[in-house]
Nanobody
Framework: QVQLVESGGGLVQPGGSLRLSCAAS????????MGWYRQAPGKQRDMVAV???????NYADSVKGRFTISKDNDKNTVYLQMNSLKPEDTAVYYC?????????WGQGTQVTVSS
């Protein structure tokens, strides 16, 4: 059974940084597409960043140049480094694992950017 556990969210001032982590169990990241998504109140869940099994990355236009997705296959963990945070980055951030046509989600971690 695949389980994803996010951590690292919190309250940060505009311009600050946070690093989110997503620890996976039940499936190796070596064979999966991993992604970070976010959902603000009253809005749909949107892709933030994805990383393939071969470590190719893709980002939403709104976070390019500020966020970096990476993974450690040995630790089976994916990260999202978020710099230059803006109030509009406030949302619940979810980790996603995609493999063999199946999609799994973590429980989410709240990120709030406010002064």
């Amino acid at each position: 059974q695949v389980q994803l556990v996010e951590s690292g969210g919190g309250l940060v001032q505009p311009g600050g940084s946070l690093r989110l982590s997503c620890a996976a169990s039940g499936s190796s990241l070596r064979f999966a597409v991993m992604g970070w998504y976010r959902q603000a109140p009253g809005k749909q869940r949107d892709m933030v960043a994805v990383i393939t099994s071969g470590s190719m990355t893709n980002y939403a236009d709104s976070v390019k140049g500020r966020f970096t997705i990476s993974k450690d296959n040995d630790k089976n963990t994916v990260y999202l480094q978020m710099n230059s945070l803006k109030p509009e980055d406030t949302a619940v951030y979810y980790c996603n694992l995609g493999r063999n046509g199946f999609s799994y989600w973590g429980q989410g971690t709240q990120v709030t950017v406010s002064s």
